[in-house]
């Protein structure tokens, strides 16, 4: 049968994990940690009694990503289908926290974990390179668990921002080419585009980019372009003390808006819902907006992110911010309720 584990299990679970792993094994304290804490599922497989394999899922409350941390099963019944069945209830669990994607990590030449894993749906994206303790790479791999919710999840291609100023032109550069794959996602022209739309200054750093610097780039390029903004001026404004950056704050914004008074691009001084977003991307737009970074990262400053798809429970962005020192972060698909 399958069931959660409790902190009586945690003995039979290290005689387990001793047989089952040479290396980067999980001690009676993790087991015990995850166990009690009870935001990780620890997934037992049992005959009787005994303890046949277990499966451990890490969830995340700021992000629809979970990752599937350890799996073993008994060397002695492998071949029985006691890996699959726990992985299918792994993901299951991992849909009912609002999961919608679940990732891995294996061991390069671990062919037979690979082999399932494959023929479970789960796909390549990276190679994570001297991971584990005898310094072998982990083939980290991918699937997508409510294929039947959201459609078209991989219309819109991913760029990750090299910069931290630049998720704007990051997220530009995804929308267009969802429409143009000729376009070359690279720094030059995410910088090319930041020259064009920054509006100089932020509370720190660069200057990051407005939606009126960012529609003004798109329209050059040759895109149909609509823009959505209730008080751009004041909000970037209220980010800097300084009297001087915001008069060029305003001089910068002000000769956008004259610059937008030239072209065909539609300007509404009403904000975007939910419904319009949806609407958009029926539509076969690509939305791109500006949020506070605050439920993804914790920061509050302002950030770029890309809509992609939604279905009657979630809208699905590229978030073009990658943690890179930080590998459990997502890289995309971060969705909200």
């Not at 001690?27 to 935001?39: H, L």
């Not at 599922?41 to 049992?46: R, S, V």
């Not at 990750?160 to 143009?180: K, N």
């Not at 991307?281 to 439920?295: E, K, Q, T």
Request: hydrophobic share 40%; charged share 25%.
């Amino acid at each position: 049968m399958i069931r959660d584990s409790v902190v009586d299990d945690v003995a039979a679970l290290v005689d387990l994990e001793n047989r089952c792993f040479e290396a980067d094994r999980m001690s009676a304290r993790s087991f015990k940690n995850f166990i009690t804490k009870g935001r990780s599922p620890l997934i037992l497989d049992e005959d009787n009694g005994v303890l046949r394999g277990y499966a451990l899922v890490l969830l995340y409350s700021n992000t629809s990503l979970a990752r599937l941390y350890s799996i073993a099963v008994d060397p002695k019944l492998r071949g029985k289908g006691i890996g699959k069945k726990l992985l299918a209830e792994a993901e299951s669990r991992a849909l009912k926290h609002n999961a919608t994607r679940m990732r891995l990590e294996v061991h390069q030449k671990n062919k037979k974990a690979k082999k399932l894993y494959t023929e479970m749906g789960y796909r390549v994206f990276a190679v994570h390179d001297d991971y584990y303790e005898d310094h072998a790479s982990a083939v980290r791999m991918e699937k997508h668990l409510a294929q039947h919710l959201a459609q078209h999840l991989n219309r819109v291609p991913f760029y990750a921002q090299t910069l931290e100023f630049t998720c704007g032109p990051s997220c530009l550069i995804m929308a267009m080419r969802a429409f143009d794959k000729n376009i070359t996602p690279d720094r030059s022209l995410e910088l090319k585009i930041w020259r064009e739309a920054t509006t100089i200054f932020m509370t720190s750093g660069y200057g990051g980019c407005g939606p009126l610097g960012i529609a003004l780039a798109a329209h050059r390029r040759g895109f149909d372009v609509s823009v959505s903004a209730s008080n751009e001026i004041e909000m970037f404004i209220d980010s800097v003390r300084s009297k001087t950056k915001k008069d060029v704050i305003r001089l910068v914004e002000a000769d956008f808006q004259t610059e937008l008074k030239q072209t065909v691009v539609k300007l509404s001084g009403v904000q975007l819902n939910i419904k319009a977003i949806r609407k958009h991307l029926d539509s076969g737009a690509v939305p791109l907006v500006l949020i506070s970074a605050y439920r993804l990262s914790g920061d509050k400053a302002p950030h770029w992110v890309a809509v992609t798809a939604y279905d009657d429970r979630f809208i699905y962005i590229n978030n073009p911010f990658v943690d890179v020192e930080k590998t459990n972060r997502p890289r995309i698909a971060w969705a909200f309720p």
